[in-house]
């Protein structure tokens, strides 16, 4: 336990034990949730591979759960109360779920500045970092906002509409490389469709995703 966490200790979100933002209880309980489902389709996966999906942009995808409950609280008191410990939580949670190719990458979908500037801190970007460090792992910074369109509480034709030119890619990037894209939320999949199909555009194939929380609004 940290000194600041001595004096300020953290509670569980979920049960309220002292001691840590998420207790191990609560965190089996919260991957024991998790089903194995297609983000697109329903369908089951067979080692992150949707056999329905064939066209989808990315090969393999590796989701924590539902965006409710625990985790819902989670993702909210780091994006908006800037409680940064809990970033280190939900990478910690992706984890625990995804299987990595050798060589990985880690993508973090570039957060628009305006969104940066209220919270502090690029808050996507942050998880990829802490996921990175788990596994000693490298980041790459290979995708740029191509707009600064805010996504929530847009229709879902709007958020579709408007990642076609969320993201461009790098030109100068390993293009053979194993690239995992990370996003903490998906709500259409428009955001994270754009980001893949950026990557792709420029020659890559080798793409993973993960998510952190599906979100049935």
Known sequence: MQMGEFFCPHYCISCGKVGGILCGRCKKYILKQFVGRCLVCDGELSD????????LPFRRQFWVGERDGALKNLIEIYKYKSVRAAGWVLAGLL?????????????????????????????TAKIAQDLARMNK????????????????????????????????????????????????VWTTGSSMMAACNALRAVGCERINIAIIAKSNN
């Open 137 to 184: 792992l490298k980041v790459a910074q290979v995708l740029v906002r191509g707009n600064n369109a805010v996504q929530v509480g847009a229709s879902e034709e709007r958020r579709k509409e408007q990642a076609k030119t969320a993201y461009i890619a790098k030109t100068n990037i390993d293009r053979e490389a194993n690239y995992l894209l990370i996003d903490d």
């Open 48 to 55: 992150g591979v949707c056999a329905n999906c064939a066209a």
């Open 95 to 123: 984890n625990e779920v995804i299987e990595f190719d050798v060589d990985t990458k880690i993508v973090s979908l570039p957060t628009i500045m305006k969104h940066v500037r209220e919270r502090g801190f690029d808050h």
